[in-house]
């Protein structure tokens, strides 16, 4: 039997609830994300980078909002790319992007936005200044990036009141009881439409850092040092931002 639609879906709307018990406004960023886009392109079907992109759920929110969109997403994950692939047809790019050949793998052409949640903190600090470098290169002239993750803070009181806000809002949600991440990728690795694809990532074994510690402040310069004119934060809960870059 191969992975169908449907299984793959199945997966993914899994895959969403566990996130929500760590993000539970994630909807909210992703809707964000995609309103942006929209309003940064006067095309009906913009070229959309997804970086980092699991298994799709961003850039299919942003193709219900755009659904004539060119949704090419990156990912070194073979497990999440292959749902991504099978639940939504995207285009998808095989590649860490901690390595700049990642690049080469892309079509020639502008690209209208790149778009990024909650997973460039695995990058270290060089790593994502070269990616925003080669963002601000492939973006079309007034494209946008737009990247949503918790970005770190040098003030501990500060990361004291995020610590309370975010568990406050976990309560009010009434998300803090979901499936976490370990319980996913266990149940997951025992299905066997994905046993290939489970192995292959056991291949892979890729190091990373679980948080960079890039600040808020950081991204901004990081950002401006890449050539991007506009560099601000859209949207923020505690430490959550989104912060949008125009080309």
């Known amino acids: 039997m191969s992975l169908t639609p ?56 942003i193709r219900e909002r755009l659904p004539h969109a060119r949704v090419i997403g990156v990912d070194a994950d073979p497990v999440l790319l292959e749902l991504a692939r099978t639940a939504y047809g995207f285009e998808l790019v095989d590649r860490n992007l901690a390595d700049p050949a990642w690049i080469a793998e892309l079509p020639a052409e502008p690209v209208d936005a790149i778009v990024s949640t909650t997973a460039l903190h695995w990058l270290d600090r060089d790593q994502l200044a070269a990616l925003y470098t080669e963002s601000a290169k492939l973006l079309r002239p007034g494209g946008i990036l737009l990247n949503g993750d918790d970005m770190a803070t040098q003030a501990t009181d500060i990361d004291h009141l995020h ?24 149940a997951i690795t025992a299905e066997p439409e994905l046993s290939a694809a489970v192995a292959e990532r056991d291949n892979r074994r890729w190091e990373h850092p679980a948080d960079n510690g890039v600040t808020y402040d950081q991204h901004l310069n990081l950002l401006r040092a890449a050539g991007f004119r506009t560099v601000e934060s859209i949207w923020q809960y505690g430490r959550r931002r989104i912060v949008a870059a125009v080309n």
């Open 6 to 61: 449907t299984l793959a879906k199945t997966w993914i709307d899994r895959w969403d609830r566990q996130q929500e018990g760590y993000l539970p406004d994630r909807e909210t960023m992703f809707a964000v994300i995609a309103d942006a886009v929209a309003a940064n392109t006067d095309r009906p079907d913009p070229l959309v980078l997804d970086i980092a992109c699991g298994p799709g759920s961003l850039g299919a929110r």
């Open 163 to 186: 610590d309370v806000i975010w568990t406050r809002q976990i309560e009010r949600e009434g998300v803090g009881d979901r499936e976490g991440w370990v319980e996913w990728w266990t």
